[in-house]
């Protein structure tokens, strides 16, 4: 329990101090009009309360990642603590800040528009087509992983009430992606994010009340997900894949970009990206610290379950358990009507993406629905899929972890590459040593696993170590050859 409450504390100090860092580099300007003010149109483009912005924010960029993605990364032992740490307070946070702020500088432009900006009109097309394929997985997987649930609850979990929760969560998804953002996402979303974070406090209360024994750093790091069953999983690359929203997420680059057309001034950045993305972090702790009770502290047998026991499994057990009733209605909200949110804006940062490219204004319904007609379309398709292979809905899922890591890399560069033109100095250290390490784990990943191509796991510190390196090497050629701009 000390490396957690340890933890807990370098999270909130980081906000404090780093936090503050990180926004002084970037210079954020109350004076400068945002695109909510300039761009307003009533459906995309609308001001609304901070309060209101940064609870948006924080679901569309939770879902489920900081409670399933830390379950599963607790395997790995107290490295998960340290990488939730470190990951969100120098990589994660960071990584939403500058994507949030440089699209509140850009017009309230989406991921892809500044990866042009800033790497080039070839990485932006590349970027584009990467970012819509990760939001259609996205979307179909937080389509179809909620509806086995509901399945489960409301019925015998058979094809038949599987199909009725994915049609009617289709249609959702429908109506919320055309709707304006005020509407439906801004009046729901905040009480959903209420309850999110009310789990999470509740469950805090029960470890500071329970104080069980959970493994400390001083423990040792290695060696943990063998006793939890983690088989041929090294803790690099695999944890920093496993852990993605509780540390950083490529998924928050589409997302970061919706708010930065809500909030009324620039000084709200810290709070409502970097901020938001503390918060998330806090919450992967508290899952991270719970889970870690269930898999070696003799948990999992206390709520009648196993260690090889699905992160669905484990949260429905242990709030039930340590909640009771109030418990399970909030595993309930926890598991479903998270990923549902963040499936919703996945859509829609897909559409206004496409709009984006496509130069298409977004006011008419019409243009709306010319932009995500073809997207509902394609997420049907995959829908399908999943269904009709047993297997397909595993195989999106183990490609959707490595490309959400990919797209947090080519955010973190771009952001690099902004910083050294912008503000010359050392102030773009601050993303490129994330953006180093990201692409090394990413590289390492589809090297070694067998999603990729099966290289020796033996090889995985070398060729981590060697991409670290190369990359660097060609960053700073192309420092070398191009001075520092101002924009």
Same mark, same amino acid.
């Given at each position: 329990?000390?490396?957690?409450?340890? &933890?807990?504390?370098?999270? #909130? +100090? /980081?906000?404090?101090?780093? *936090? =503050?860092?990180? %926004?002084?580099?970037? @210079?954020?300007?109350?004076?400068?009009?945002?695109?909510?003010?300039?761009?307003?149109?009533?459906?995309?483009?609308?001001?609304?309360?901070?309060?209101?912005?940064?609870?948006?924010?924080?679901?569309?960029?939770?879902?489920?990642?900081?409670?399933?993605?830390?379950?599963?990364?607790?395997?790995?032992?107290?490295? &998960?603590?340290?990488?939730? #740490? +470190? /990951?969100?307070?120098?990589? *994660? =946070?960071?990584? %939403?800040?500058?994507? @949030?702020?440089?699209?509140?500088?850009?017009?309230?432009?989406?991921?892809?528009?500044?990866?042009?900006?800033?790497?080039?009109?070839?990485?932006?097309?590349?970027?584009?087509?990467?970012?819509?394929?990760?939001?259609?997985?996205?979307?179909?997987?937080?389509?179809?992983?909620?509806?086995?649930?509901?399945?489960?609850?409301?019925?015998?979990?058979?094809? /038949?009430?599987?199909?009725?929760?994915?049609?009617?969560?289709?249609?959702?998804?429908?109506?919320?992606?055309?709707?304006?953002?005020?509407?439906?996402?801004?009046?729901?979303?905040?009480?959903?994010?209420?309850?999110?974070?009310?789990?999470?406090?509740?469950?805090?209360?029960?470890?500071?009340?329970?104080?069980?024994?959970?493994?400390?750093?001083?423990?040792?790091?290695?060696?943990?997900?063998?006793?939890?069953?983690?088989?041929?999983?090294?803790?690099?690359?695999?944890?920093?894949?496993?852990?993605?929203?509780?540390?950083?997420?490529?998924?928050?680059?589409?997302?970061?970009?919706?708010?930065?057309?809500?909030?009324?001034?620039?000084?709200?950045?810290?709070?409502?990206?970097?901020?938001?993305?503390?918060?998330?972090?806090?919450?992967?702790?508290?899952?991270?610290?719970?889970?870690?009770?269930?898999?070696?502290?003799?948990?999992?047998?206390?709520?009648?379950?196993?260690?090889?026991?699905?992160?669905?499994?484990?949260?429905?057990?242990?709030?039930?358990?340590?909640?009771?009733?109030?418990?399970?209605?909030?595993?309930?909200?926890?598991?479903?009507?998270?990923?549902?949110?963040?499936?919703?804006?996945?859509?829609?940062?897909?559409?206004?993406?496409?709009?984006?490219?496509?130069?298409?204004?977004?006011?008419?319904?019409?243009?709306?629905?010319?932009?995500?007609?073809?997207?509902?379309?394609?997420?049907?398709?995959?829908?399908?899929?999943?269904?009709?292979?047993?297997?397909?809905?595993?195989?999106?899922?183990?490609?959707?972890?490595?490309?959400?890591?990919?797209?947090?890399?080519?955010?973190?560069?771009?952001?690099?590459?902004?910083?050294?033109?912008?503000?010359?100095?050392?102030?773009?250290?601050?993303?490129?040593?994330?953006?180093?390490?990201?692409?090394?784990?990413?590289?390492?990943?589809?090297?070694?696993?067998?999603?990729?191509?099966?290289?020796?796991?033996?090889?995985?510190?070398?060729?981590?170590?060697?991409?670290?390196?190369?990359?660097?090497?060609?960053?700073?050629?192309?420092?070398?050859?191009?001075?520092?701009?101002?924009?």
């Amino acid at each position: 329990m000390f490396s957690f409450l340890i &933890s807990m504390v370098a999270l #909130v +100090l /980081g906000y404090v101090v780093y *936090g =503050a860092f990180v %926004d002084r580099v970037f @210079g954020p300007d109350p004076k400068r009009k945002t695109p909510a003010i300039t761009k307003a149109d009533g459906v995309d483009y609308i001001a609304m309360p901070t309060w209101k912005v940064y609870m948006i924010q924080f679901l569309n960029i939770a879902g489920t990642g900081p409670i399933f993605g830390a379950i599963m990364g607790a395997k790995f032992g107290p490295a &998960s603590y340290l990488w939730i #740490v +470190l /990951g969100c307070i120098f990589a *994660g =946070a960071v990584h %939403d800040y500058m994507c @949030g702020m440089l699209s509140v500088r850009n017009g309230g432009v989406g991921f892809p528009e500044l990866v042009g900006k800033y790497l080039g009109q070839r990485t932006k097309t590349v970027m584009l087509v990467f970012s819509i394929i990760l939001l259609l997985l996205v979307g179909t997987v937080f389509v179809y992983s909620p509806a086995l649930i509901l399945g489960d609850i409301a019925g015998d979990g058979t094809r /038949g009430s599987i199909m009725l929760w994915v049609g009617i969560i289709f249609l959702y998804y429908i109506i919320a992606t055309l709707l304006p953002i005020d509407k439906l996402i801004g009046k729901v979303y905040p009480l959903f994010a209420v309850a999110l974070l009310f789990m999470a406090v509740a469950l805090m209360v029960c470890l500071f009340t329970k104080w069980p024994s959970l493994p400390e750093f001083w423990d040792g790091l290695s060696g943990w997900s063998e006793q939890a069953g983690v088989k041929n999983q090294p803790i690099f690359p695999c944890l920093f894949i496993t852990i993605a929203c509780g540390a950083i997420s490529g998924f928050h680059a589409t997302q970061s970009p919706l708010m930065a057309r809500c909030i009324t001034n620039e000084k709200l950045g810290r709070p409502v990206f970097y901020g938001s993305m503390i918060t998330e972090g806090l919450v992967a702790l508290i899952w991270a610290a719970v889970s870690s009770w269930f898999f070696f502290d003799g948990g999992a047998a206390t709520v009648g379950s196993d260690m090889s026991a699905a992160a669905p499994t484990v949260v429905t057990k242990v709030s039930e358990a340590w909640l009771g009733l109030l418990g399970g209605i909030l595993a309930i909200l926890g598991v479903v009507a998270a990923p549902i949110t963040s499936g919703d804006t996945a859509f829609r940062s897909a559409r206004l993406i496409i709009a984006d490219f496509l130069h298409l204004e977004q006011k008419a319904i019409g243009k709306r629905l010319m932009v995500a007609v073809p997207l509902f379309v394609g997420s049907a398709f995959l829908l399908w899929y999943n269904i009709a292979d047993a297997n397909g809905f595993n195989t999106i899922w183990r490609y959707f972890g490595w490309s959400n890591q990919t797209l947090a890399a080519f955010m973190l560069w771009t952001a690099t590459i902004y910083l050294y033109k912008s503000k010359g100095s050392c102030y773009y250290l601050i993303t490129l040593l994330p953006s180093l390490f990201m692409t090394a784990v990413c590289v390492t990943f589809i090297l070694i696993d067998k999603t990729g191509f099966r290289l020796p796991q033996t090889l995985a510190p070398w060729i981590g170590i060697g991409t670290f390196v190369v990359a660097a090497v060609l960053f700073y050629i192309w420092r070398g050859k191009q001075p520092p701009v101002r924009e």
